[in-house]
Nanobody, 123 residues
Framework: QVQLVESGGGLVQAGDSLRLSCAFSGRTFSSYIMAWFRQAPGKEREFVAAIRWSGGTQSYAASVKGRFTIARDNAKNTVDLQMNSLKPEDTAVYYC????????????????WGQGIQVTVSS
């Protein structure tokens, strides 16, 4: 069974940086496409970024492109989300997700999810 555990969240000010990490266990990490989603209060869970098995291809939501970077380490079974130039509208619970296929932007394409971690950006 795949298990995902997020870490690194917290409270920061607008313009600051934060790095989220997701630890993967239970299966062969390099066989899984990894993604980050987020959900703000009262809103739908939305796609943030995804990365393919080898890490050579990434995909980003328009709202974070140029500010966020997704990266994976297949030796350490981790996927990180480096978030720079944070804005108050980035405030949300961030979720790590995994699946063996897809590489899509719909939450329905990912079978495995972490518990989520809070990121709060103050203005």
């Amino acid at each position: 069974q795949v298990q995902l555990v997020e870490s690194g969240g917290g409270l920061v000010q607008a313009g600051d940086s934060l790095r989220l990490s997701c630890a993967f266990s239970g299966r062969t990490f390099s066989s899984y496409i990894m993604a980050w989603f987020r959900q703000a209060p009262g809103k739908e869970r939305e796609f943030v970024a995804a990365i393919r098995w080898s890490g050579g291809t990434q995909s980003y939501a328009a709202s974070v492109k140029g500010r966020f970077t997704i990266a994976r380490d297949n030796a350490k079974n981790t996927v990180d989300l480096q978030m720079n130039s944070l804005k108050p509208e980035d405030t949300a619970v961030y979720y790590c997700a995994a699946d063996t296929t897809g590489y899509g932007r719909s939450r329905l394409e990912y079978a495995y999810w972490g518990q989520g971690i809070q990121v709060t950006v103050s203005s």
